[in-house]
């Protein structure tokens, strides 16, 4: 519950970016779009999955049940069924997420598919930069507002679940709290991948910059998750269909480690003292 109320008042936070912007012009907005702004940037797609490090912590879950679900079933099994708890949690968090942005701004918005003037503002002028709204003209010319939420539902989901089978796969290691220390790691490996700080250390001049994005593009999981760095016909970036591929790729490994060490894991659970 603490996670899906932190993660309405970080929309609450990002979506504020635009408000101020639907009030001054009295232009709505399309009713997708505050979500597209929101998550369309890595920075907030990272603030997003840190909360969940609070939800998947405690990944596999364990009850006093457990034992006898063990005794009943194979541990591979068990660990199956809480990959699937992790693909609902995952889902029902994405479109929380989704739907908060959505109810944020529904006093100003409608539900036509087609791009807002306070979209087309923002890209073609630097109120988009300076605002920090992730709102640009090569997106709104290759597709529309559904077609782009529901690519960028699918990249966070897949970003988030890649995310709960890292902590996952951390919790079977040997050692107490290893799990949420590989989660941070996930996070911290994306978020460290920043052009401008690889840049100065691959010695590269800022005209050489399009290299390093190109790099971090395709080696990054949270560019990845990024709708707008992506392919869009005239760049080297990964296409969206490629970048689903990776996470799927990410997630067999991650699945194939689980499924291997939790067939030599040691469970240990205390009774009762009396």
């Known amino acids: 519950m603490l996670t899906f109320l932190l993660g309405f008042v970080l929309c609450f936070l990002l979506s504020s970016r635009i408000m101020p912007v639907m009030e001054t012009y009295r232009s709505p907005v399309q009713m997708l779009e505050p979500f597209l702004w929101t998550f369309g940037d890595s920075t907030a797609i990272l603030l997003s999955s840190v909360l969940l490090l609070l939800l998947f912590s405690d990944l596999p879950v364990w009850s006093a049940v457990t034992p006898y679900y063990l005794y ?21 968090y994405t479109l929380f997420m989704l739907g908060s942005t959505m109810i944020l701004c529904a006093g100003n918005s409608y539900p036509g598919n087609i791009w807002s003037d306070t979209a087309a503002m923002l890209a073609y002028s630097r109120l988009g930069e300076i605002l920090n709204v992730p709102s640009t003209v090569k997106v709104m010319e290759s597709i529309s507002p559904f077609g782009c939420a529901a690519l960028m539902t699918i990249l966070l989901f897949l970003y988030i679940l890649c995310l709960g089978l890292a902590v996952l796969a951390g919790n079977l290691l040997p050692g107490k709290n290893r799990g949420m220390v590989t989660g941070l790691l996930f996070c911290l490996y994306g978020f460290l991948l920043d052009p401008q700080a690889l840049a100065r250390i691959l010695g590269y001049e800022k005209y050489e910059l399009f290299r390093v994005n190109v790099l971090i593009g395709w080696i990054s999981p949270l560019s990845h998750a990024s709708y707008g760095r992506h392919n869009f016909g005239y760049d080297q970036l990964p296409s969206i269909g490629q970048s689903v591929l990776v996470f799927l790729g990410i997630l067999a490994l991650f699945a194939l480690f689980c499924i291997k060490r939790m067939k030599t894991y040691s469970f240990v659970f205390l009774g009762e003292k009396d």
């Open 72 to 92: 009943r079933t194979t541990k591979v099994r068990w660990l199956l069924g809480q990959m699937i708890y992790m693909v609902c949690a995952a889902g029902i």
